[in-house]
């Protein structure tokens, strides 16, 4: 037996409308989270918050893989139809003929879905943003009705004597 009857077969390139479709699907689940995400956040419930945060992780390491095939398959693409291989998909397409139709239909729409993306994503975090803002403020608000001290520190705030460890809300 020969080295090269040993030797696993290269596998198939992929097809870029089937890499494309796949990477539309996870932007859509992407978004799904980030609307969790914000609901979470309208209810401070942080646990969902930090679970959600990690699923966004996953999606995106998955989307990272899914563009890099991507790349694999436009250089391919690129080759075999000779056009540069940095080439946008509607040049492609556009080579591809009627075939690339679809192709230029699933970019359209992942396009689409990669700004919602960005849209939603940039209101979470202002969201984020305001209520860490909040948070700040009731701590500050809390420390200085524990403080017993009225006088202010170098930064125009009420100085502590000592930092609160912790405070009983319930009674």
Same mark, same amino acid.
């Given at each position: 037996?020969?080295?090269?009857?040993?030797?696993?077969?290269?596998?198939?390139?992929?097809? %870029?409308?089937?890499?494309?479709?796949?990477? #539309?699907?996870?932007?859509?689940? $992407? !978004?799904? /989270? =980030?609307?969790?995400? @914000?609901?979470?956040?309208?209810?401070?419930?942080?646990?969902?918050?930090?679970?959600?945060?990690?699923?966004?992780?996953?999606?995106?390491?998955?989307?990272?893989?899914?563009?890099?095939?991507?790349?694999?398959?436009?250089?391919?693409?690129?080759?075999?139809?000779?056009?540069?291989?940095?080439?946008?998909?509607?040049?492609?397409?556009?080579? %591809?003929?009627?075939?690339?139709?679809?192709? #230029?239909?699933?970019?359209?729409? $992942? !396009?689409? /879905? =990669?700004?919602?993306? @960005?849209?939603?994503?940039?209101?979470?975090?202002?969201?984020?943003?305001?209520?860490?803002?909040?948070?700040?403020?009731?701590?500050?608000?809390?420390?200085?009705?524990?403080?017993?001290?009225?006088?202010?520190?170098?930064?125009?705030?009420?100085?502590?004597?000592?930092?609160?460890?912790?405070?009983?809300?319930?009674?």
């Amino acid at each position: 037996m020969t080295a090269a009857a040993t030797r696993p077969k290269p596998a198939p390139p992929e097809s %870029l409308d089937a890499i494309l479709a796949a990477t #539309l699907e996870e932007y859509r689940s $992407l !978004r799904v /989270e =980030i609307a969790k995400r @914000r609901e979470a956040l309208r209810r401070a419930e942080m646990p969902v918050v930090a679970r959600s945060v990690e699923t966004e992780r996953a999606i995106m390491t998955r989307i990272g893989d899914l563009d890099r095939r991507r790349v694999v398959a436009v250089q391919g693409l690129s080759k075999r139809l000779g056009v540069a291989a940095t080439a946008p998909v509607s040049e492609i397409a556009r080579k %591809l003929g009627p075939s690339g139709d679809g192709l #230029l239909s699933v970019a359209a729409a $992942l !396009r689409e /879905e =990669i700004e919602g993306c @960005r849209r939603d994503s940039s209101v979470v975090r202002a969201a984020a943003d305001a209520l860490s803002q909040h948070l700040v403020g009731v701590f500050q608000a809390v420390q200085q009705a524990f403080a017993g001290a009225t006088v202010y520190g170098r930064a125009g705030r009420v100085a502590l004597a000592a930092p609160i460890r912790s405070i009983d809300v319930k009674s």
